[in-house]
């Protein structure tokens, strides 16, 4: 009942990914005070566009049977959620950044329910190199050896580096390798907080680095708003996903639009 009156978008996409992306996006601050630090990130979403409605792809997951018979349930089934509740379950948006340092790179953000893994994350996927003399061992799908950094929130948190290398041996072969940091195996003996653990500290520290200043949120409902009126004016239909896929087709199509994948199609949490 509670996420139908506000749906995927505004409940995890204009805030908290929203969040993530005006942190990797911000110039570095003057210091690590936490005005300074917010003032980078308002900055930020004041530059970015409102979002296009033609930017946008929703989706709400159906129910399904599983090989052993256990049948998974779809939004609609849920005794709480309204008959034929049009609230989206998955969003996948297209976002941009019009300052001399972003300027023509889109920034896809998706978020969803019911998917086949839970993460979070971020992923920069690097532009293939003009006139590339290797093209040609890496077969007819050149997005598969796209060089990508990875930047994992949850879980198991990690930063890895996605590069094409050489083979060993006497042929020349192509492989993408990591270059992998997981932080549960290079701080074992240290015990990572959790989120909110990190949150509730820096309550009582009166730290506000990570926390959303008046102006901060005044700018990120100025890109959303405008859309999700729109879209709940048309009375738009999510595209139907099955219970534990990766969202629907919609999405795949989005991306193409920009010229990117979603790096997380083949990639499985290490």
Known sequence: GYFDQYGIIRDVIQ?????????????????????????????????????KVEDVVMGQYRGRKEKNGVDLPGYLDDPTVPKGSLTPTFAAIAMHINNARWDGVPFLLKAGKALGSKRAEIRVQFRHVPGNIYKHKFGPNLDRATNELVIRIQPQEAIYLKINNKVPGL?????????????????????????????????VNGDKRLFIRFDELEAAWELFTPVLHELEAMKVAPELYPYGSRGPVGSHYLAAKYGVRWGDMEDELA
């Open 15 to 51: 805030n908290h990914l929203l969040q993530i992306l005006a942190l990797f996006a911000m110039e570095p601050p003057v210091s690590l005070d936490a005005e300074a630090i917010r003032n980078e990130k308002v900055k930020v979403l004041r530059s970015m566009s409102a979002v």
């Open 171 to 203: 042929g020349l072969r192509l492989d993408t390798t990591r270059l992998d940091l997981q932080y549960r195996d290079a701080y074992n003996k240290v015990e990572l907080p959790d989120a909110y653990e990190r949150l509730l500290l820096d309550v």
